[in-house]
Every structure is written in structure tokens, then in C-alpha cells.
């Protein structure tokens, strides 16, 4: 897509944006990057909502537990 630079800036179509609030700007070089500022990367979430289970070794071989049936 291409968007005219007007004295006000550039309009992004709105339905680019459905579901983000806020967007972090800035300039990386030869390019202008967008991105949500508003959303919660989920890596950060791993281990806020523990569980109790019967192994000891669940941290060590979690891999295990979480492909066996």
C-alpha cells in the first residue's frame, strides 16, 4: 500500500488496527515501524497461574508431560 504525506502525516487504515488502543512509533533507518504498545507479550504471562501436580521433576522434564498421553 501506498499513502500520500500530507501536512498532517499519514493515515493507516483503521481496520489494520482493530483491537490495539495504542501504537509505539519510531524510526529504525531507512524505515518508520508500528507496532501495539497496549498488548501483553505472552512469555511474560508463563508461570503467573502455577499448577499443582503430582511429579517432582515437571520443571526438568516438562517436555515430557506436556507430549505424553
Known sequence: ???KVTKQGV??????LEGI???????ERTRIVIEPADMVDPILQLG???????????????DHYLTSQ
Not at 21 to 27: D, G, T
Open 1 to 3: 500500500m501506498r499513502a
Open 48 to 62: 503467573t497461574e502455577p499448577i499443582v501436580a503430582d511429579v517432582d521433576d515437571a520443571s526438568i522434564h516438562h
Open 11 to 16: 493515515l493507516i487504515p483503521k481496520q489494520w
Open 21 to 27: 488502543n495504542v501504537v509505539e512509533i519510531r524510526q
